[in-house]
């Protein structure tokens, strides 16, 4: 064999082997509990979930009602045309999201990356500009149709009603006929 095939085949059996030790590694996380959010003693799945998203579909008291909720999983996200009644109470933070202009977040934006070029080595500890402003609001701030995205530190894979930590009011995407800003 030629030098060049020699290298070839090397590289070939290196490839083979990490695609072996690869895929183990998959596996064994996989059956920790990685892949699905982990297993109960009789095999069926544990899915986690901490976070949703729901229309307002009423407020009462220190409560607010949603719609069409979107539970956000480990495993992936789950939509159901279902009903969740959210509890506020003294400690949850409530904000509404708003889109920062887009020349201060261009500018945010431009700064970032020039921040980015000068770091040699692991850049983990950076964040990325934030594109929302956000300001804290009262319950009484939410209105009827808002999209929310609900927080809490309970898991909330399967509940219809919990206490809530965070809930963002996100903005209204801008629609494409109008070309208007979202809100």
Not at 8 to 13: A, N, T, Y
């Amino acid at each position: 064999m030629t030098p060049i095939s020699n290298q070839i085949m090397r590289v070939g059996i290196v490839v083979v082997a990490l695609t072996i030790v690869g895929f183990g590694a998959y596996q064994i996380g996989y059956k920790n509990g990685a892949g699905s959010g982990g297993e109960t003693q009789d095999g069926s799945s544990v899915v986690e979930a901490h976070t949703l998203l729901g229309t307002v579909e009423k407020t009462s008291g220190q409560t607010v009602t949603l719609n069409n909720v979107r539970r956000v999983t480990q495993a992936a996200d789950s939509a159901k045309a279902e009903t969740v009644v959210i509890t506020i109470d003294s400690s949850t933070d409530i904000e509404r999201l708003v889109l920062k202009d887009a020349t201060v977040l261009s500018k945010e934006m431009a700064a970032f990356t020039k921040k980015l070029q000068g770091v040699s080595g692991t850049a983990a500890t950076m964040v990325q500009p934030d594109p929302f402003v956000h300001q804290k609001i009262a319950l009484s701030d939410i209105k009827i149709g808002e999209t929310l995205s609900v927080s809490s530190s309970e898991n909330i894979a399967k509940s219809t009603a919990f206490t809530a930590t965070q809930i963002a009011v996100l903005p209204v995407p801008p629609s494409p006929a109008d070309g208007s800003k979202a809100q």
